[in-house]
């Protein structure tokens, strides 16, 4: 059975960095990992993806300054969060996807359990 351990998750002031990690301890190889994030009065959103070639997507307001990474031999996903804005406060959560060769309806979807990311002057 999977299961995403996150960690790395605080507080922060405007400009400073934070890594977050998450390892999907049980599985043997995702097809997608991510991390996804949800603010006070907002619905999740995508804040960064990458497959395992290594094709990498960002939410707008994190380009240049959120950084994805992942080890595919360890399932783990890491994201590097510099020059962290006030609005950049939200619990972010890991993502475990996989493409399933029967169809969309036997893909599978995982979820950490969401770790908080505060910034504040």
């Known amino acids: 059975q999977v299961q995403l351990v996150e960690s790395g998750g605080g507080l922060a002031q405007p400009g400073g960095s934070l890594r977050l990690s998450c390892v999907a301890s049980?599985?043997?190889?995702?097809?997608?990992m991510g991390w996804y994030r949800q603010a006070p009065g907002k619905q999740r959103e995508m804040v960064a993806t990458m497959t395992s070639d290594g094709s990498t997507d960002y939410a707008d307001s994190v380009k240049g300054r959120f950084i994805i990474s992942r080890d595919n031999a360890k399932n783990t996903v890491n994201l590097q969060m510099n020059s962290l804005k006030l609005e950049d406060t939200a619990v972010y959560y890991c993502?475990?996807?996989?493409?399933?060769?029967?169809?969309?309806?036997?893909?599978?979807?995982?979820w950490g359990q969401g770790t908080q990311v505060t910034v504040s002057s």
């Open positions: 993502n475990v996807f996989y493409y399933s060769d029967y169809g969309a309806d036997y893909d599978e979807n995982y």
């Open positions: 049980g599985s043997m190889f995702s097809h997608l």
